[in-house]
């Protein structure tokens, strides 16, 4: 039989160690912390347990229970669920958010709310501030009127008097002074060599231009001839003081323009040719750019017929917007007797509105 292997005995000095005192569970296991409460402010460190042993799983500890006040059994405490409210404890300060801040033009800040509420404030104000405007406006010109219409109605009828309470010499000058009123923008000055009695519209016009102002009717004609400084050129220029109201001279108006018949030379005014002047062969026959103006601001039609001083026929009569074209190159254009005729009618009719009152002259 094979022999036991035996215990070798203690070495000499070596002295049995006594088993270590087992501690109690108290010291081994950590004690477990309390549960938070609501009225905890700050969060408190935990112990941190121990790993599991390796294949565990680590023990995870039941939430706290508290009693229900109404079976006496426990249940979680809603005060710690994720969305339960906090009641603040007493003494702790009240957070509350500023205004946001914006940038002026210097990028400064400066709170939006200051930025913003005037504007709000003077639009409104600007709206109430028109609306009041508009609305005494509206209310003016109902409890007064249009003073407006009056003033033109006056103005028109008060230009149909003229002919027989303003002088002679205040409607045609004894001197007419054109600046810039001839070609190329010379100047000009036309001298009066004879006045035409006032008169009716019989014999004044040729049949188809006394037709075409049949609608305005004839009350009476004022008409004087002029000569230019050059005694070159001879111009006769006429007022038709009208019967029709506004209406009609608005009507009358439209159709020179529309039918083209201030550019007719069929309808070419007749030139007054005193005896004894230089404008005593002015006839017809010489009769060489003209114009004609129908005024809707005053009874009145203003025209004008301009030829040479010599008792030079022209074969065909040129309209003085014609003949006073850049490029023109008529024997009329090139002796500027277009200028002649728009010349001296735009100032005549300039007078005429002068008299009349200052509201009646447009503005140059």
Same mark, same amino acid.
């Given at each position: ?7 070798? &005995?203690? $070495?000499? %000095?070596?002295? +049995?160690? @006594? !088993?270590? #005192? =087992?501690? /109690? ?26 790993? &599991?042993? $390796?294949? %565990?799983?680590? +023990?995870? @500890? !039941?939430? #706290? =229970?508290? /009693? ?39 990028? =400064? ?256």
């Amino acid at each position: 039989m094979p022999a036991r292997p035996t215990t070798p &005995p203690p $070495a000499p %000095g070596d002295a +049995p160690r @006594p !088993p270590a #005192p =087992r501690q /109690p569970e108290s010291a081994v296991r950590p004690r477990r912390a309390p549960a938070e409460t609501s009225a905890e402010t700050t969060f408190r460190l935990r112990p941190v347990p121990a790993e &599991p042993a $390796a294949g %565990g799983t680590r +023990p995870v @500890p !039941p939430p #706290p =229970r508290t /009693p229900s006040a109404s079976t006496g059994a426990f249940a979680p405490d809603p005060s710690l669920s994720w969305n339960a409210p906090t009641p603040p404890p007493p003494g702790r300060p009240v957070v509350s958010f500023g205004e946001p801040e914006g940038y002026d033009e210097r990028v =400064r800040p400066r709170p939006l709310g200051l930025r913003i509420r005037p504007r709000i404030a003077l639009a409104a104000a600007c709206v109430v501030l028109g609306l009041g405007l508009i609305g005494g406006a509206l209310t003016g010109s109902w409890l007064v009127g249009e003073p407006g219409d009056d003033g033109a109605q006056g103005t028109f009828a008060a230009a149909g008097t003229l002919w027989h309470s303003i002088p002679v010499d205040q409607l045609f000058p004894p001197t007419v002074e054109g600046k810039g009123a001839g070609p190329g923008g010379a100047d000009r000055t036309w001298t009066r060599i004879a006045v035409a009695p006032d008169t009716g519209c019989a014999n004044a016009f040729d049949p188809l231009l006394r037709k075409a102002l049949a609608p305005a009717g004839c009350r009476r004609l004022l008409r004087a001839t002029y000569i230019d400084a050059t005694q070159s050129h001879v111009t006769t220029v006429g007022l038709l003081f009208t019967k029709a109201d506004p209406a009609t001279m608005r009507a009358l108006d439209a159709r020179f323009t529309r039918d083209g018949l201030d550019r007719r030379a069929d309808l070419v005014p007749r030139p007054y040719a005193p005896k004894g002047t230089l404008a005593a062969g002015f006839g017809d026959a010489q009769r060489a750019a003209w114009t004609v103006s129908v005024l809707t601001d005053a009874p009145v039609v203003v025209y004008a017929v301009s030829g040479w001083a010599d008792d030079r026929v022209v074969a065909r009569p040129e309209p003085a917007g014609q003949a006073m074209g850049s490029g023109a190159t008529s024997a009329v254009a090139q002796a500027g007797l277009g200028h002649e005729a728009r010349g001296l009618a735009d100032r005549v009719e300039r007078t005429l509105r002068r008299n009349v009152g200052p509201s009646a002259e447009p503005s140059s």
